[in-house]
């Protein structure tokens, strides 16, 4: 048996694993009255959105939410990050915590929604803090701008004003970040050309260690620290040679993750898990995760990998399995306050 045949018998053995053993209701769910249950709170990563600015019936705007002892951190805030977190048996209301990579508009421009909706919709009860690299500042101070009407207008006694600030830390290379819950995030200086200033995030978290690349090529010290690294979730960019060719596609060529760069920082890396998001895909034909997975294993990656797709999850505690979303059928509606929906008679 071949080293690449052992390596496909574990996830095929790993993914039987996950199909047997996926319980919601023992994780962040939504039951009938619309509580999130937290009995059970392993590290996970939820990809809420895995797309890229092109549009697609598979995969909304970027999004990663990381959750530690029942605690949420979203890594940007892609278009459809309200909707999605939802279908993803998330609670919309408790997610506060917001780390920018970088400040194009595919990275936050579902950061109003989620601002605003769950604030007089829902009746979130904490301002939301927001990091990101500097100009993040003005970017928010644009968007209160934006919303000064919901601000003044929809602001009364049953939906507090105050509830909108927003805290704004603005973050700097090499910078180290601590939450509360002892999460930390060292902010690795990205490559992503007009995206700059642009962060990749090394991520420590109950023992565990992540990097997520952002959006970026790859560069000497992604490899430094995905050496380190458990699970490596990168951005990847998959077109025909010919239309890489063109003018107008070398801007895009050189700020993201090449396959053939992906493939470098995964082997020379060798995670636990090596993941893909944030899929930019231009003039593929046919199924695109397919090329993508197969480009990879032609270039000569064989270790694990996972294509992510919106609403999937990674747990990382005390193994790192995969799961799907829950089915539709799943979630109630959400539609008012929590108190209201916490009393089903009203």
């Known amino acids: 048996m071949t080293h690449h045949d052992r390596i496909t018998l574990i996830l095929l053995a790993l993914c039987l694993l996950t199909l047997t053993t996926i319980s919601f209701a023992d994780d962040t769910f939504l039951n009938e009255a619309g509580v999130e249950h937290n009995q059970a709170k392993p590290t996970a990563l939820t990809f809420i959105g895995t797309g890229g600015p092109e549009l697609s019936v598979e995969r909304s705007g970027i999004a990663t939410l990381l959750t530690v002892d029942g605690q949420h951190l979203l890594i940007d805030a892609g278009r459809n990050v309200m909707q999605n977190l939802y279908e993803a048996g998330i609670d919309p209301r408790e997610v506060t915590n917001i780390v920018l990579t970088h400040l194009h508009n595919d990275h936050i421009e579902g950061l109003p929604t989620l601002w605003m909706t769950g604030w007089f919709l829902l009746g979130r009860q904490h301002p939301l803090t927001v990091w990101g690299p500097v100009g993040t500042k003005a970017m928010v ?17 049953f939906n507090d004003g105050q509830l909108l600030d927003i805290e704004v830390i603005e973050i700097l290379p090499k910078q180290k970040l601590t939450m509360d819950n002892g999460v930390s995030i060292t902010a690795i200086e990205a490559q992503h050309n007009d995206g700059n200033p642009a962060f990749s995030f090394f991520i420590e978290a109950s023992g565990r260690k992540i990097l997520h690349t952002g959006d970026t090529r790859l560069f000497s010290d992604l490899i430094n620290y995905g050496k380190k690294a458990d699970v490596i979730v990168s951005n990847v960019l998959a077109m025909p040679y010919e239309l890489a060719q063109k003018p107008e596609m070398k801007t895009v060529v050189s700020k993201l993750m090449t396959i053939d760069e992906a493939v470098t920082l995964f082997t020379k890396s060798a995670p636990t898990l090596a993941v ?60 008012r306050k929590k108190h209201y929906q916490d009393n089903p008679s009203l």
Do not use: C
């Open 141 to 157: 101070d644009g968007m209160r701008q934006m919303y000064q009407f919901d601000i003044t207008h929809r602001s009364d006694a």
């Open 276 to 335: 893909y998001t944030h899929f930019v895909t231009k003039a593929i034909k046919g199924n695109v995760d397919a090329f993508i997975e197969n480009e990879t294993r032609r270039q000569g990656y064989v270790g694990p990998l996972f294509l992510a797709k919106d609403g999937w999850k990674i747990t990382l505690d005390p193994i790192v399995t995969t799961s799907p979303p829950p089915s539709a059928e799943q979630l109630p509606n959400m539609d």
